[in-house]
């Protein structure tokens, strides 16, 4: 699946420093898929905010297990160290193969690009409250549910960067802030 000159990683971990642009900014018809463990709540596992969070596309886990579905708040569905899959577009949430919210979110296109690891706001910020745990996979389906982003955790065997190779345009994401430790990587997939 991935090309000579990576290795393919099992899950990548975020330490609440991290994050990556996916340089896609999401409309209405798109759906985000995710699988992953969180190790700390009161993070975004992913998001795009406009001013006054009006319009959002955001998987915020709040101090009590909430997941921020659009602007709304979904009750307790996310424990800690516990992986999880998530499927989420403007008319449901789907978290381990349940619908936990089935609501048409008007809400759901944001005027930036999504922000995976943390949020990325209008006013070109990326936000503080970012991800800890691990990501084993992230992609984001246009409304034909063609993949637009299919991220696959990944290391790059010359230098040793981690990041995710994804398999649509044949790119590297790797970690985009400008402080802290880089993405550590999980165990190797044979």
Known sequence: ?????????????????????TGI?????YEIRSKFKPT??????YGALSSGN??????????NGNWRFGNRAIP????????????QNASQLVVNGVTTAYSTINDFE????????????????????????????????????????????????????VGFYDTVSGGFFTNVATSGPDFTPGPPVD
Not at 1 to 21: A, C, K, S, V
């Open 1 to 21: 699946m991935l090309p000579n000159g990576y290795t393919r990683l099992e899950y990548i971990e975020f330490t609440g420093t991290q994050y990556i642009d």
């Open 25 to 29: 900014a999401i409309k209405k018809s």
């Open 40 to 45: 700390t709540l009161a993070k975004y596992l």
């Open 54 to 63: 009006t319009a959002s596309a955001t998987a915020y886990i709040n101090s």
């Open 76 to 87: 307790k569905i996310i424990n800690l160290n516990t992986v999880y899959t998530s499927v």
């Open 110 to 161: 944001t005027p930036v690009t999504l922000a995976l690891g943390g949020s990325h706001n209008t006013n070109e910020t990326y936000g503080t409250e970012r991800f800890v745990g691990n990501i084993y996979e992230f992609r984001i389906l246009d409304g034909n549910r063609n993949d637009l982003i299919n991220l696959v955790p990944a290391q790059h065997d010359s230098d040793g960067k």
